[in-house]
Nanobody, 123 residues
Framework: QVQLVESGGGLVQAGGSLRLSCAASGGTFSSSRMGWFRQATGKEREFVATISRSTGAIVYADSVRGRFIISRDNAKNTVYLQMNSLKPEDTAVYYC????????????????WGQGTQVSVSS
């Protein structure tokens, strides 16, 4: 069983940056694919980014490509999401997720989830 705890959310002005962290415990972090999703009020949860076990494969949603960077530190059991050039439409609760399944951008393919961290971007 993998437990995930996100941190780093907050309120930022448009154009600013935030760095989210997700600390994992239990299970085998280095063997898990990690992903970030987000859910804005009144909308469905959507894929943001995913990174493979060895960082050999990274996929971004079109809406964040070029602005967000996902990375992981297996020694620290932590995955990060560096968010730059933030826009008001990035406002959402951001969730960290883990999967032992092949690469996927579908939330249904992730077995473990954190509690989420709020990111708010003001215009």
């Amino acid at each position: 069983q993998v437990q995930l705890v996100e941190s780093g959310g907050g309120l930022v002005q448009a154009g600013g940056s935030l760095r989210l962290s997700c600390a994992a415990s239990g299970g085998t972090f280095s063997s898990s694919r990690m992903g970030w999703f987000r859910q804005a009020t009144g909308k469905e949860r959507e894929f943001v980014a995913t990174i493979s076990r060895s960082t050999g494969a990274i996929v971004y949603a079109d809406s964040v490509r070029g602005r967000f960077i996902i990375s992981r530190d297996n020694a620290k059991n932590t995955v990060y999401l560096q968010m730059n050039s933030l826009k008001p439409e990035d406002t959402a609760v951001y969730y960290c997720a883990a999967s032992n399944r092949p690469i996927s951008t579908s939330a249904r393919m992730y077995e473990y989830w954190g509690q989420g961290t709020q990111v708010s971007v003001s215009s």
